[in-house]
């Protein structure tokens, strides 16, 4: 059975940071994609970032780039790994809740993926 535990989450003054985790188990870490969204009440959820185990590649949204960065543990056992967002310079606009989401498939499939989070708060003030 796929879990992703997200956690970290929290409130921060706009230019701070806060680091992600999700805790991933119940799949073959090497054979699927991982990634981060987040939602705002009243607005679509948007595709932060993207970790393709496959290749290693890692995908960005334009609103993100430079500031969030993507990571994982790498860890040798399989049973459980972590991937992490890193968030610097946090702004107002940034306050959602980030969900974890994976599938077996690439980060292209992101907006279809199977496997959810329960999400975590970010709240950033001005």
């Known amino acids: 059975q796929v879990q992703l535990v997200e956690s970290g989450g929290g409130l921060v003054q706009a230019g701070g940071s806060l680091r992600l985790s999700c805790a991933a188990s119940?799949?073959?870490?090497?054979?699927?994609?991982i990634g981060w969204f987040r939602q705002t009440p009243g607005k679509e959820r948007e595709g932060v970032s993207c970790?393709?185990?496959?290749?290693?590649?890692?995908?960005?949204?334009?609103f993100v780039k430079g500031r969030f960065t993507m990571s994982s543990d790498n860890a040798e056992n399989n049973a459980e790994n972590t991937v992490f967002l890193q968030m610097n310079s946090l702004e107002p606009e940034d306050t959602a809740v980030y969900y974890c989401?994976?599938?077996?498939?690439?980060?292209?499939?992101?907006?279809?993926?199977?496997?959810w989070g329960q999400g975590t708060q970010v709240t950033v003030s001005s």
């Open positions: 989401t994976a599938d077996y498939s690439d980060c292209g499939d992101l907006q279809a993926f199977r496997f």
């Open positions: 119940g799949f073959t870490w090497h054979e699927n994609s």
């Open positions: 970790l393709n185990m496959l290749d290693g590649s890692i995908f960005y949204a334009d």
